[in-house]
């Protein structure tokens, strides 16, 4: 099934300050509907982006390049007739609808409220209420009031494309917000995990909070490449599984080089060396080590140093063997490994069409890329 996201950032209110609507501000260098669009842009599952702006807005849009990334559609004067807006351009099975304002949303959630609706009609990120909640007037307490069952909603709110289109089309203007449209329309809308995170942008306080977030974040990527000539063998490990083949790989340890150049992007976004440096080949103690020794050392730097290993990708070259059947266990062994959720590894494999060392089937080549994240 395919997916589109509609960003709604066409609203004018400048309660957050500034002379500028909020989400044409700049925090931290780019605008707050940038950041957003990124968030979308960059995620595997999201096959397009409608980006609903003022009619006012669309130079300002095409001038950041907005209109490469993304379709363009103007609102209306209020929210419910932006959503409508973009749903009419959105040309995919499932949407999520996202406010422009919530621009620190973090990337797990598209995948919660996706997973969601594979088995319901609509579903939204929140947040239990677990404060006291009150009643008042004249800025005196006049009452509590019951928070049991009570959620703070967030976004992207994830609907089947038709039928929330629909729903829209027969509620008109008013919602407050599109679970209120599917609600009305007798929608179930199932509740998944928000984040404090995937906070809205309203008042001033909230960029303040939105720079410090930012500034507090630190993200590395790392890059590795390894190359192991074919020699005597009936086998290969390649990212930690025993693959049958004609050859096996020579080197100083098992010769595993996904491993090994999935090691060195790790050391590599650590700004830490490489594997030569850790384990010199010099060593005889290495002679012939299982590459999980090598993998789960560079991770556990990274955890001891605060960081976390959010995404690891691995790609595999060469002519044969054929890798492809076996790519779901290499990301379930360098996962483990790794001690981190296997969703966030990917290996995949290519060949290079015969030219080169690779091509003449005389060895194999990996490269990585690794991403670290600290708080």
């Not at 707050?32 to 995620?43: K, M, P, S, W």
């Not at 049991?148 to 929330?164: C, D, E, K, N, V």
């Not at 009936?234 to 090691?263: E, F, I």
Request: hydrophobic fraction near 45%.
């Amino acid at each position: 099934m395919t997916t589109a996201a509609v960003i709604v950032a066409a609203g004018r209110g400048l309660r957050a300050g500034g002379c500028l609507p909020k989400q044409w501000r700049r925090l931290a260098g780019r605008t707050v509907v940038e950041r957003t669009l990124a968030i979308f842009d960059a995620h595997p599952r999201v096959d397009g982006i409608v980006l609903v702006v003022a009619e006012d807005d669309l130079d300002r849009a095409r001038a950041l390049g907005l209109d490469r990334r993304a379709t363009l559609v103007t609102g209306g004067a209020e929210r419910s007739a932006s959503v409508l807006a973009g749903l009419a351009a959105v040309d995919a099975d499932r949407v999520l609808i996202h406010d422009a304002a919530r621009c620190g949303l973090p990337p797990e959630i598209i995948d919660r409220v996706l997973g969601a609706l594979d088995t319901a009609p609509a579903a939204a990120p929140a947040l239990a209420v677990t404060d006291a909640l009150w009643t008042g007037a004249d800025g005196k307490v006049t009452g509590l009031q019951d928070r049991s069952g009570l959620w703070r909603a967030q976004t992207p709110q994830g609907f089947h494309t038709a039928a929330i289109r629909a729903a829209h089309q027969a509620h008109g203007p008013g919602a407050a917000d599109d679970v209120a449209v599917a609600l009305a329309a007798g929608l179930d809308v199932a509740i998944v995990p928000g984040d404090e995170r995937n906070f809205k942008i309203t008042e001033p306080g909230d960029f303040a909070r939105a720079e410090r977030e930012l500034a507090a974040m630190d993200v590395r990527t790392g890059n590795g490449y390894d190359v192991h000539r074919f020699g005597d063998g009936d086998h290969v490990m390649l990212c930690g599984v025993k693959v049958p083949h004609g050859r096996g790989l020579q080197g100083h340890s098992d010769a595993d080089v996904g491993m090994h150049a999935l090691t060195d992007a790790i050391y590599g976004a650590l700004a830490a060396g490489d594997i030569g440096r850790h384990f010199p080949p010099s060593d005889q103690q290495w002679k012939g080590a299982d590459s999980r020794v090598f993998l789960a050392h560079a991770a556990g730097l990274a955890r001891d140093g605060g960081w976390r290993l959010t995404h690891a990708d691995v790609t595999l070259v060469c002519e044969r063997p054929k890798v492809g059947h076996h790519a779901d266990a290499m990301r379930a062994a360098l996962a483990e490994v790794m001690g981190i959720e296997v969703e966030r590894v990917s290996v995949k494999a290519t060949t290079s069409e015969r030219l080169g060392f690779t091509g003449r089937e005389e060895g194999i080549a990996a490269l990585a890329t690794a991403t670290l994240v600290r708080p």
